[in-house]
């Protein structure tokens, strides 16, 4: 059995459908973080989202209202790729397709970043690139046919805008790439074991005492089950408790919203 809500020591929040919709906070959102900040109990915030800074983050928090949040509570893949690069490479090299934003997170991590005439790398890496190019696909795949690792941030297809609209996002290019060579990518953000690993480490709390804090089951939830954390579920964004009835991702928690896990804590 999971811990108690109350005896859990880091939480970790996905954004839009649960501590936000678009540019509404969720109500008892504000209530939450300032209880945990007040309480000095350690929390972030996740995003698959590559292709934006955490910087735009922090400002995109500020603005609904959220005080009081630092560049180092926003996790993205790409933070979770550099942890993922320097665990495997002493001084990681890389070719990477990614926007300006994510080429100066990773070198801000001590990545570096190959230029397109590269020999050979210790990586490719694909991020959310909404600055893809056909000369980036080709440098790609000359790489990856040459036995470079392949590695990518986050699997999503698409990423959603407004009224049905969508963005191809970092899993539609690295599908492109991977029917050119034949070789299937490693992704690591969310659902991912990387994605705890590098919460886990960075928060230093025990797996059974931390928690992912979500509206979707196949990310959110199977973030946690994949990394062997506690999953809560909230009812506040895409989900209903139906959804979770049929599904075989079970939460460890399902809550109306994160005013219901405040009124669990404070
Ligand atoms: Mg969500």
Redesign the pocket.
């Known amino acids: 059995m999971a811990a108690s809500l109350r005896d859990l020591q880091c939480f970790i929040f996905?954004?839009?459908?649960?501590i936000n919709l678009g540019e509404t906070p969720i109500d008892g959102a504000k209530d939450l973080i300032s209880f945990l900040q007040t309480r000095r109990i350690p929390f972030f915030f996740f995003t698959n989202n590559s292709s934006a800074s955490p910087e735009a983050y922090v400002e995109k928090l500020q603005r609904l209202g959220f005080s009081g949040i630092g560049r180092e509570q926003i996790v993205t893949s790409g933070d979770v790729m550099a942890h993922f690069l320097k665990q495997k490479f002493s001084h990681p090299h890389i070719y990477l397709a990614g926007t300006p934003s994510l080429a100066k997170q990773l070198r801000e991590q001590g990545i570096a970043l190959l230029p397109p005439d590269t020999p050979s790398a210790d990586a490719v890496v694909i991020g959310f690139d909404t600055t893809f190019s056909f000369e980036k696909a080709t440098v790609a795949c000359r790489l990856i046919a040459a036995g470079v690792p392949f590695f990518a941030t986050n699997i999503d297809r698409v990423c959603p805008l407004e009224a049905g609209a969508f963005l191809p996002d970092c899993g539609s290019i690295c599908a492109m790439l991977e029917h050119a060579t034949g070789v299937a990518p490693k992704f690591v953000g969310k659902p991912f074991a990387e994605t705890v690993d590098y919460i886990l480490a960075k928060a230093g709390t025990p797996p059974e005492r931390t928690a992912m804090v979500?509206?979707?089951l196949y990310?959110?939830i199977a973030t946690a089950k994949n990394g062997g954390i506690v999953g809560i579920a909230v009812l506040s964004?895409?989900i209903s408790q139906a959804d979770i009835d049929a599904s075989p991702i079970q939460p460890d928690y399902t809550l109306f919203s994160v005013k219901e896990l405040y009124e669990a804590i404070r």
């Open positions: 996905d954004m839009d459908g649960t979500g509206d979707r990310t959110d964004g895409e």
